[in-house]
């Protein structure tokens, strides 16, 4: 039998036009367009860069080797392949005919080093009071949702707010793929399995879930809500789960929810659509608003509170607690914004406060300035004062 460690470096020869771009830590995704047209994401900047393969039967011949080494089956009748190369990077590939003008490679990288909160605050993703924010809603068991495009680093603030969570606390994290890396000893990670070519032995995340909440666990965290398990999800966060947490792809807090709810009816459950809203208004109660900004930079542009679902709107009540405010490009052409408290107090405050927390005084320091500009004056016979 062929040592590990032999087949992961044979595997890695065929692809060894990349390799260089594999091992720089300054690349985050590598983009194979055909054999000879490939392009690198390099601190949030995509260019083209000079590598090609031989051939083209050269990057079939990487795919198909990638294939056996995940032990899946790629072919004309199977054309997409999701992997993993050795260090954990992942990897999308789709082949003809589904991609006719060649077999066309996505190469997600992961950072090696750890990414934590202090790393953010550091790289201006967010400041020291949204990273305490953060902080007392993790521990008090807030249910979040943390959301934004693709690239936009939602994994990655999955990752670091994980260690926020007190360290007697038991977690399972549920994904379609590996990705998820927590700040924690005890964790169980689960994985889902597609089917084999004969359609036996597919593991989906709903199967997952099913299974989690019967192993005893004091927080969910699943890795990408997808689809069906959204309703999985929101019913564990109403029926006494707390702390959940998961990404999706949304662009704004309020799509964030209408995803969810398009998601949630894919399931095999019947549910009214105004059961679901307020089902959904009632178990979400924080979402972490990220983005990849024109710069190439990656930022937390909203921590949106979602305060229930108004029956007499028809809508989901959605309070930013933090929000981005934008002024311009500078000379370089860098995005010059910043986060600030709107001066919105969560209603949730009161768990906070049950679990030894609560918001920075910053937040409170705005909310004070938010009432005291809001106040109206009141008309008196006496002359005017302020209400």
Excluded: W
Excluded at 26 to 50: C, F, Q
Excluded at 246 to 259: E, I, K, S, V
Excluded at 356 to 373: F, I, K, N, Q, Y
């Amino acid at each position: 039998m062929i040592p590990r460690e032999v087949y992961e470096e044979t595997l890695l020869a065929y692809f060894a036009p990349i390799r260089p771009y594999l091992d720089d830590p300054a690349v985050s995704e590598v983009m194979i367009n055909g054999p000879s047209n490939i392009y690198v994401e390099r601190k949030g900047k995509i260019e083209r860069v000079d590598a090609k393969f031989a051939t083209r039967e050269a990057l079939m011949s990487a795919v198909r080797n990638l294939s056996q080494f995940v032990g899946k089956t790629v072919d004309e009748l199977n054309p997409i392949l999701e992997g993993r190369l050795p260090d954990g990077s992942r990897v999308e590939a789709i082949l003809p005919p589904a991609s006719p003008d060649g077999p066309s490679v996505a190469i997600r990288r992961f950072a090696k080093d750890t990414l934590t909160i202090d790393k953010l605050v550091r790289f201006d993703a967010m400041t020291d009071v949204v990273a305490r924010a953060l902080e007392a809603f993790v521990i008090s068991k807030i249910n979040i949702l943390i959301a934004g495009g693709t690239g936009s680093g939602k994994t990655s603030m999955l990752n670091a707010l994980s260690g926020f969570v007190p360290p007697d606390e038991r977690v399972l994290v549920i994904e379609d793929s590996r990705e998820v890396q927590l700040q924690r000893e005890h964790a169980v990670q689960l994985e889902a399995r597609p089917a084999d070519p004969r359609g036996r032995g597919a593991v989906s995340i709903r199967d997952l879930f099913r299974a989690t909440l019967r192993m005893r666990p004091d927080r969910v965290i699943v890795g990408e809500i997808r689809g069906g398990e959204a309703l999985d999800i929101l019913q564990a966060m109403t029926s006494g789960h707390g702390g959940c947490m998961g990404t999706l792809h949304a662009t704004y807090p309020r799509d964030t929810l209408t995803r969810l709810e398009t998601m949630a009816m894919m399931s095999d459950v019947d549910l009214p659509l105004s059961a679901l809203r307020i089902q959904i208004g009632s178990g979400v109660q924080c979402i972490v608003q990220v983005s990849r900004l024109q710069d190439g930079t990656r930022k937390v542009t909203h921590v949106s509170e979602v305060a229930g679902y108004d029956l007499v709107t028809q809508s989901y009540v959605v309070r930013d607690i933090f929000l981005r405010e934008y002024d311009g490009l500078d000379e370089r052409g860098n995005v010059m914004s910043r986060i600030v408290a709107t001066g919105l107090l969560p209603t949730f405050a009161p768990q906070l406060r049950e679990h030894g927390v609560d918001v920075p005084a910053e937040v409170l320091d705005a909310a004070e300035r938010l009432s005291r500009e809001t106040a109206t004056p009141t008309a008196t016979t006496g002359g005017g004062r302020h209400a």
